[in-house]
């Protein structure tokens, strides 16, 4: 345990020496997308890599919001390419959150729930994959906290980053693409997100209840 606290603190480090250089380099302040599109396009070619950092700084710490640095993305650099480097940015945070989880907390879940079907060891491969795709989808759900969370969970690594991939392209392409005069109707978006999170309570529930039901036999397949 000393020595998966001591790995953590080595990444929460490199972050935080990742934000100091940020800063250094004169990121401005408060977060406007045109500032920050600016700023990024004066650093030249090593623009990209500081749109990429500031992505995986937002999503494993959370100072910079996501959805501003996905508009910052195409303003800067267009929207194709601006939603292939935020995309790729936020993709490695969440990774870099799932590993932070998995490596200080994942055992623990196995323990604690040995029969759960989806913290258990041989958790739903496909209930989890598609839990995490759906709350991709929604930005009204926190991209790091469900990183953390999956790293707790029975989910192989690369569901967990192809359903994150797939899962945030759309909102990130919309956000890209519109900018800052682009706004998400919050009954609408509340409503999704209240209705993705009623289907995950329900969903273990149901297959723990139902064991021999069809859908249970189906999100049981090919672990």
Partial sequence: MALRIAVV????GALA???????ILGMPPGFS????????QSQ?????????LMMLIAVVVG????????????????????????????????????WIARFL???????RFPDNPVLARNGSQRFLTIAILLTRLIPIFSFALISYAAGVTAIK???????????????????????????????????????????????????????????TRWLHLHQ
Avoid: K
């Fill in 9 to 12: 603190l080595v990444v929460i």
């Fill in 17 to 23: 020496a990742a934000w100091w250089l940020l800063q």
């Fill in 33 to 40: 997308p045109d500032a920050l599109a600016s700023w990024l």
């Fill in 44 to 52: 030249g070619v090593t623009g990209p890599l500081l749109l990429m």
């Fill in 63 to 98: 100072p910079i919001p996501t959805l501003p640095v996905s508009v910052t993305a195409g303003l800067a650099f267009g929207v194709l390419p601006g939603t292939a480097i935020a995309a790729t940015g936020a993709v490695v945070g969440a990774l870099v959150a799932f």
């Fill in 105 to 111: 907390g994942r055992e623990a879940v196995y323990q």
């Fill in 157 to 215: 690594t690369w569901r967990f980053a192809v359903a994150t991939l797939i899962g945030m392209l759309p909102m990130t392409l919309v956000f890209a693409g519109l900018g800052n005069t682009f706004r998400l109707n919050p009954v609408l978006t509340v409503s999704a997100g209240l209705a993705i999170l009623a289907v995950m309570v329900w969903l273990p529930w149901h297959l723990s209840r139902h064991p021999e039901s069809r859908l």
